[in-house]
């Protein structure tokens, strides 16, 4: 079974553009959460989407968004880009909703100059 | 308020020298404690589950133990490749995933 797949894997933007993200989970995973991974503030959860619905979001302004497709596939968009929106931005699927054993795709390097 | 709490923050070892890396947390009703290893530059990778205390794992080198307060990482005669950032977390109330700030395992050839 191919795992999550995420792209872009590298990324450099400049302050105010906006991005979009995108994550294939593994085939029948049908929950995709996506998370922010900096030196300073580890891992932190973004939302989690699953039957095409937000179900759960992270303290995390209105400028990050997301969306999930009826193939499960999702995208992120971060808005009005700043500097501090630079991390590695990880996708990670799982069977159902609210299922903890997640399981992690490569990342995308966000670099915003 | 939910926490997740590794030590040490890093920890170099000689090949072959075994260690523990531990994962205390707090909260409210345990329902789960997961453990991950992240490579450089990748996303972190699936190792264990564990949900009551008293509970063991392993998996090659690598023993994870839980107690009420908190889990250990055991690491026997560890090798290079086993030089990664280990990971821990547990679900809130939501069952989102607190993670910890993780280990960074060096082991020296």
């Known amino acids: 079974k191919a795992g999550v797949t995420q792209t872009p894997r590298y990324l450099i933007k400049t302050r105010g553009q906006q991005v979009t993200l995108s994550c294939s989970p593994i085939?029948?995973?049908?929950?995709v959460s996506w998370y922010q991974q900096t030196p300073g503030q580890g891992l932190q959860f973004l939302f989690e989407?699953?039957?095409?619905?937000?179900?759960n979001k992270g303290n995390f302004p209105g400028r990050f968004s997301g969306r999930q497709f009826s193939n499960s596939r999702s995208e992120m968009n971060v808005s009005t880009l700043e500097l501090g929106d630079s991390a590695l931005y990880l996708c990670?699927?799982?069977?159902?909703?609210?299922?903890?054993?997640?399981?992690f795709g490569p990342g995308t390097r966000l670099l915003v100059l | 308020e939910d926490q997740v709490t590794q030590s040490p923050e890093a920890l170099r070892l000689q090949e072959g020298e075994s260690s523990s890396l531990n994962c205390s947390y707090t909260?409210?009703?345990?329902?789960?404690l997961f453990w991950y290893r992240q490579d450089p530059g990748k996303g972190p990778e699936f190792l264990f589950t564990?949900?009551?205390?008293?509970e063991e794992k392993e998996k090659e080198r690598l023993k994870a133990t839980l107690t009420k307060k908190e889990s250990f990482l055991h690491i026997t005669a560890p090798k290079p490749e086993d030089s990664a950032t280990y990971l821990c977390a547990v679900p809130d109330s939501n069952y989102q995933l607190i993670w910890g700030a993780g280990t960074k395992l060096i082991i020296k050839p």
């Open positions: 909260v409210s009703g345990l329902r789960g």
């Open positions: 989407y699953f039957s095409e619905t937000q179900r």
């Open positions: 085939s029948g995973h049908r929950s």
């Open positions: 990670a699927s799982s069977p159902r909703q609210g299922e903890e054993t997640q399981y």
């Open positions: 564990l949900y009551s205390a008293g």
